[in-house]
């Protein structure tokens, strides 16, 4: 039997064998190869000490931006890279926890209550605290958080992070503004977004923040926290902390990403059936008067023809490192984001870098330099939509030589609202920031820093005669904002622990800023040229303005804060502003909210109460 099966493999042409052994390795290969490509798949429940199952816990593969939460039930799924990858499991209130994948395909581990994230150090204002010793309402958010998130920009990587935080997008466009509230409206005229710091700066233009940049950022929720600034402060204040270099061989980070958004949702539209049929009996007649106009005769899907498939690609570098005394950061990142309506984008291009200078123990200095260039087409999507519903079905948008149609019995081509009408903006954003401490003494720092922001926006308009009711007539507009700002601060910083049960700590400084804007607008029409926009292309100039506005002020500010034996926590901020903006017999205001915290520190005069804030002006 053994020959006679020897026999018949001789007898196959092809079929040595060493092409047999050839073909087994290299379909072991290929199955290795595809085994490693797809990782290894590890699913498991997350429960606590009493066995109850664990929603919202964040598992991650360390080490990289891949990572999930667990669900209602407790229950994650997650795709390894190999054995030797590192689960990482962390939640508030209980002890981050790792779990090494090895040959487990399910991995069901159980996480400890732990406070040891009181430990950590929270920014505030002018200075950083403890989280145990914070007797306000802060909330932090970490660098891990965002890198999951893989946000395009900082509001994008704080929306649904922070309880009590809202963040609403005014728009679908790419590049739109988005709307944050933090305590609700607080002010009637000084609007209602809240005050942002980078890096202890004030003013920092957020739309050029790269959020692969930052390293943590602080929310201060209630007025106690965020009164240390003042009016400003009305909203609460978004603290943000960016990325420092670190000592060691230098470090270099690349990140892509792509992905894909499409229309979910159509708004239901009739078609050229539907309408022939209610023009018919609109008409009350059975006869069509040109049944043979392709004009009249088409049958278009206009929302299809408005949306597409859009990209939205991100790729950012930064390199890190530092020796004794010195460290640097930089990073680049670009942002092509397109919108669903055809023609509609944004394109950003952001940098930053970060040096700080330590020579010695009494002295360091520091720069932040951050710069961001911006492109869009703000294209009015409720314009365009709007045309697209009420415009007939049947209306033709292209002629036969593939040029788009005009107005038709008084409604705009769709396609052409989109692609001919322009409202591009361009944006440029500088700003510099330069601080210096000095230790006196190991309790007592001074700070002095400096900073400056520039930035310029040019909105071009323009609007075809295509788009027009007589098809004869163009207009166009352009507007210029030039807007400056600048602030210097000194302050001092103590904090003195005496004996083992009592610490210390207080803020005194001052600070002055000065806020420049000015705007300048001209409009024009019947243009010569429909590719060159430049005025003197406009043979009718019908509007030219321009206005400027300036505003100044001085503060002074301190803070006051006393711990005994980390339990009962007394907290007192106060500041005084004089601001041009204020009437003339009026300059300055005055706050001074007061907080205690404790156990049972007002226990002596009111049985249960746990915490006590006075607020006066």
Request: with cysteine; charged share 20%; glycine share 10%.
């Amino acid at each position: 039997m053994k020959k006679q099966f020897k026999s018949i493999i001789h007898q196959r042409q092809g079929f040595s064998g060493i092409r047999i052994l050839v073909l087994f390795i290299g379909l072991t290969l290929l199955t290795a190869a595809n085994l490693l490509g797809q990782g290894i798949k590890v699913t498991g429940t997350v429960r606590d000490a009493s066995g109850a199952v664990l929603e919202g816990v964040s598992v991650t593969v360390k080490g990289t931006a891949t990572g999930t939460l667990t669900d209602e039930k407790g229950k994650y799924t997650i795709t390894a890279i190999d054995a030797k990858t590192i689960l990482v499991f962390s939640s508030i209130g209980f002890t981050d926890l790792q779990e090494l994948v090895g040959a487990r395909k399910t991995i069901s581990p159980v996480m400890n209550a732990g406070n040891s994230n009181l430990e950590d150090v929270v920014v505030i204002g002018y200075g950083t605290q403890k989280k145990r010793d914070v007797t306000g309402a802060i909330a932090s958010v970490s660098s891990a958080q965002i890198t999951q998130r893989q946000p395009k920009d900082l509001l994008d990587a704080l929306q649904g992070q922070v309880p009590g935080l809202q963040i609403g997008q005014s728009s679908g466009r790419p590049g739109a503004d988005n709307s944050v509230r933090i305590r609700g409206i607080g002010t009637l005229q000084g609007g209602a977004d809240p005050l942002y710091i980078v890096d202890g700066a004030q003013g920092v233009d957020i739309a050029g923040l790269n959020p692969n940049d930052i390293e943590s950022v602080e929310i201060l929720k209630d007025a106690a926290s965020a009164a240390i600034y003042g009016s400003r402060s009305a909203n609460g204040v978004i603290i943000i902390t960016t990325k420092k270099g670190k000592e060691g061989k230098p470090a270099v980070d690349l990140r892509y990403l792509t992905s894909a958004s499409e229309l979910s949702y159509k708004i239901p539209q009739a078609n050229a059936a539907d309408r022939r049929l209610y023009d018919l009996k609109l008409r009350r007649n059975l006869t069509q008067n040109d049944t043979l106009n392709p004009s009249y005769n088409a049958d278009n899907d206009y929302q299809d023809l408005l949306a597409r498939t859009a990209l939205r690609q991100q790729i950012d570098l930064n390199v890190s490192g530092g020796n004794k005394g010195l460290n640097y950061y930089g990073g680049i990142g670009y942002l092509s984001d397109e919108g669903i309506i055809i023609n509609s984008y944004a394109k950003v291009l952001r940098g930053r870098f970060n040096m700080d200078f330590k020579p010695n123990s009494k002295f360091s200095a520091g720069n932040r330099l951050q710069v961001s260039y911006q492109t869009e087409n703000r294209i009015d999507d409720g314009l365009t939509l709007n045309q697209a519903i009420q415009r007939p079905p049947t209306f033709r948008v292209y002629f036969p030589d593939g040029s788009l149609a005009p107005n038709i019995g008084g409604r705009r081509n769709p396609v052409a609202e989109a692609l001919y009408r322009k409202n591009n903006y361009e944006i440029i954003s500088t700003n510099l920031y330069t601080y210096a401490n000095y230790n006196f003494t190991k309790d007592l720092k001074l700070t002095v820093d400096a900073n400056i922001r520039i930035n310029s926006t040019e909105n071009l308009r323009f609007s075809p005669r295509i788009l027009s009711t007589t098809g004869l007539d163009n207009n166009g507009s352009i507007n210029n904002d030039m807007k400056t700002y600048w602030m210097t601060q000194a302050f001092f910083n103590y904090s003195k622990k005496i004996g083992k049960n009592h610490s210390i700590t207080a803020v005194m400084g001052t600070s002055a800023d000065n806020d420049f804007w000015r705007s300048s607008s001209l409009s024009g029409s019947n243009y010569v040229s429909e590719t060159v926009l430049t005025f003197n292309s406009a043979q009718v100039i019908t509007e030219a303005t321009s206005s400027e506005q300036r505003s100044t002020s001085v503060s002074g500010f301190g803070r006051l804060g006393y711990s005994y034996k980390g339990k009962y926590l007394f907290n007192s901020n106060f500041r005084t502003d004089a601001s041009s903006k204020f009437g003339k017999d009026n300059r300055g205001a005055f706050s001074h909210p007061l907080r205690l915290d404790g156990d049972s520190l007002m226990s002596l005069s009111c049985s249960g109460l746990k915490s006590f804030l006075a607020r006066e002006k």
